[in-house]
């Protein structure tokens, strides 16, 4: 009994310390300690040169980043990258830097020190912090934030997007739209493995004008049109298949169902509605999936006032905007299809 409560003691701590690891985390990455590391061991003095900080400080949090195995000390003051590391180096495929970056940024962790508010209110912890109404109009009047998350968003759909084209077939669409497609990651992957398809990336002037670099690198440029617009006013038509990545878990009931009306307006009659998600199960039972899905409803929760959703609470979204549901289609990674027709 006694060394069941010291298990539950133990584990408890691990789980209400987590902000400490995600710190220690961040500030390494923005000192570039892992790119700074990439080409060998280091001691702390020498990374503190590199650094422009503390060096026994530094050498602390070294020794904090050995102890979750980002980096590994082979002698005594010397540090060595580990491959887990390695993920955090700019130039690494799949880094994740950007994710790193973005959940540590101050405008982040502000907005989950509100939880206990937005569980009282039902309101974000954005308006109540700021004052705008949506997070995406704390962007537009923030740049400096809206880079970090558009980089970190570009992240996020890099670790999925090859996942998403292997469980579904594309080919046999003339021309795919992305709506709120970001910088464009999951088009340039879904173009680059269906060479007979064109692509439409459309979203806010802010966000898309980072993309044209993003699908020249890719080899895609020339089978993309940009569009900016806003999907709450029109979304461009004449599509085969209209992608929503990422994008209606931004928004409560009535909004999202706005723009997958929106979405009916502009689809042709055999056109396909895609949306990608992280479908939550009816039980929350625990698992390290269902904590990465039910973790980021609360982030909606906190930041934009969306929810991640069951298949029937989505069935029910395509319904009321004149949709119909077809199918739930699983994928490699933590997302899923979502697919519809029109009505």
């Known amino acids: 009994m006694e060394a069941n409560r010291r ?23 923005k000192l570039d300690i892992p790119d700074l590391l990439s080409s060998g061991a280091k001691s702390s003095a020498a990374l503190a040169d590199e650094t422009g900080t503390h060096a026994p400080s530094l050498c602390r949090l070294l020794r904090a980043l050995a102890a979750l195995d980002i980096v590994h000390e082979p002698e005594q003051d010397q540090f060595a990258l580990t491959s887990l590391g390695r993920g955090l180096c ?38 109540h912090l700021f004052g705008t109404s949506n997070v995406f109009d704390f962007y537009a009047q923030h740049p400096e934030v809206e880079s970090v998350v558009s980089a970190g968003f570009t992240a996020v759909a890099e670790s999925f997007a090859a996942a998403v084209v292997e469980a579904y077939d594309f080919s046999g669409f003339r021309t795919v739209l992305d709506v709120g497609g970001g910088r464009g990651q999951l088009l340039a992957a879904l173009l680059g493995g269906c060479p007979g398809t064109t692509g439409v990336l459309f979203d806010l002037p802010q966000v898309v004008k980072a993309a044209a670099a993003l699908l020249e690198n890719a080899g895609v440029a020339d089978r993309c049109r940009i569009v900016e617009g806003n999907m709450f006013a029109s979304i461009p038509a004449g599509g085969d298949a209209y992608i929503l990545s990422r994008v209606i878990h931004d928004w409560e009931d009535p909004r999202a169902i706005t ?43 906190v930041r934009t006032g969306g929810r991640e959703r069951t298949v029937e609470q989505y069935r029910e979204l395509m319904d009321a905007a004149g949709l119909h549901f077809t199918r739930i289609i699983p994928t490699a990674s933590r997302m899923s299809i979502v697919e519809g027709i029109r009505g």
């Open 90 to 127: 700019a130039d690494e495929p799949g880094s994740m830097r950007p994710l790193v970056l973005m959940h540590g940024n101050e405008n982040f962790w502000q907005t989950w020190g509100e939880l206990l508010y937005c569980v009282r209110s039902g309101q974000t912890a954005i308006s």
């Open 7 to 29: 298990q539950r003691s133990q584990t408890l701590m691990r789980l209400v310390t987590g902000y400490q690891v995600a710190q220690v985390i961040f500030v390494a990455t």
């Open 259 to 301: 723009i997958l009306a929106a979405c009916r307006a502009a689809m042709p009659d055999q056109a396909k509605l895609l949306l990608i998600e992280q479908v939550l199960p009816s039980r929350a039972d625990p698992s390290p999936t269902n904590r990465d899905r039910f973790l980021s409803d609360i982030n909606m929760l």
